[in-house]
């Protein structure tokens, strides 16, 4: 029977909906275009006639994400067994800031370019935010990697998380350190794979730090 506290458990819920929320808000609102070698008139084009009504929805779902990632950190970081003071513990909490943070901006940004009604007659901003969109995927690699690293380490550590998601959790970090020079989505996926599983083990069997659970105890007759 898991006799975890209901919010512990609610935190572990909040990274899944963290994970499906950011996967989600990448399903609409998508560009036609590819590649940053787009010209300004095209990208204002594409925002205006394609993009308009997902940006919005998009945005709406990056709000909510950025919500939960933050839940999801702070009851991650209260339940994981390791010394809060642990290089691997700094690492974990910085990478999850810095990963929730760029999710932030990215909602940001498209935030702009559905608020700007007018990019028709302003290529340069269209092309300005365009190239802030196709950047967000390297620091969001980055961020991500270091996140997963620390929570990896803390798992092969301390053996909870299981120690297969922290092996695991290094291959992941070792694609997304490779993706950083490339910037590409494809590899962030598996990254989000891997924060989904760990959200789910967070919800249905990590203990919490410290001392166990206290029961309650019949008084004697």
Do not use: C, Y
């Amino acid at each position: 029977m898991n006799d975890r506290p209901l919010h512990h458990r609610l935190g572990g819920v909040a990274g899944v909906l963290f994970v499906v929320l950011f996967v989600a808000s990448g399903f609409v609102g998508t560009s036609e275009l590819s590649g940053v070698d787009q010209t300004g008139d095209a990208i204002a084009r594409d925002l205006v006639e394609n993009r308009h009504d997902g940006l919005q929805v998009s945005v709406f779902l990056l709000l909510l994400a950025t919500i939960s990632g933050f839940w999801f950190l702070a009851s991650l970081h209260s339940q994981l067994p390791a010394d809060k003071r642990s290089p691997e513990a700094r690492v974990a909490v910085f990478g999850g800031i810095g990963l929730v943070i760029n999710v932030m901006v990215l909602g940001v940004v498209l935030s702009a370019m559905f608020a700007v009604d007018s990019l028709t007659n302003d290529p340069e901003t269209a092309k300005t935010l365009w190239l802030l969109e196709q950047g967000a995927w390297i620091p969001m690699s980055a961020t991500l990697a270091t996140f997963i690293l620390g929570n990896s380490a803390s798992a092969i550590r301390h053996g909870n998380p299981p120690r297969w998601l922290g092996w695991a959790g290094l291959l992941v970090t070792a694609v997304l350190i490779l993706n950083t020079w490339f910037g590409m989505g494809s590899p962030i996926v598996l990254g989000f794979v891997w924060v989904l599983a760990l959200a789910i083990i967070v919800t249905v069997r990590l203990p919490t730090s410290g001392s166990p659970p206290e029961r309650s105890v019949d008084p004697p007759v």
